[in-house]
């Protein structure tokens, strides 16, 4: 397991842009599959972007395909979710999560259960 710490939430206006942060510390991230989630209130988490290891492969659940993009820098032990265009629907806490896992299909960055590390989330606020 990794410790996972998110930055970059905050308050923003519909229709404007938030960087989301992921990043460890103390351990590499290179190796590990990252994914972001949410939580709306009174909702259960959500998948919302995967990427794997080597960025080769990434995976967004639709209501945010292009609007919002998920990379990764290694060499700094950071993914990012880049969130453009956001709605009101997108006010949550956001969760970034990892996993190592020698067998990785589309279908397992989607679900939670597959991720062994999680942050402490960070709050998204879309205002009207």
């Known amino acids: 397991q990794v410790q996972l710490v998110e930055s970059g939430g905050g308050l923003v206006q519909a229709g404007g842009s938030l960087r989301l942060s992921c990043a460890t510390s103390g351990r590499t991230l290179s190796t590990y599959a990252v994914g972001w989630f949410r939580q709306a209130p009174e909702k259960g988490r959500e998948f919302v972007a995967a990427?794997?290891?080597?960025?080769?492969?990434?995976y967004y659940t639709d209501s945010v395909k292009g609007r919002f993009t998920i990379s990764r820098d290694n060499a700094r032990n950071t993914v990012y979710l880049q969130m453009n265009s956001l709605q009101l629907e997108d006010t949550a806490v956001y969760y970034c999560s990892a996993a190592q896992k020698a067998i990785a299909t589309s279908r397992h960055y989607t679900e939670a259960g597959w991720y062994d590390s999680w942050g402490q989330g960070t709050q998204v606020t879309v205002s009207s």
């Open positions: 990427i794997g290891w080597s960025a080769l492969m990434s």
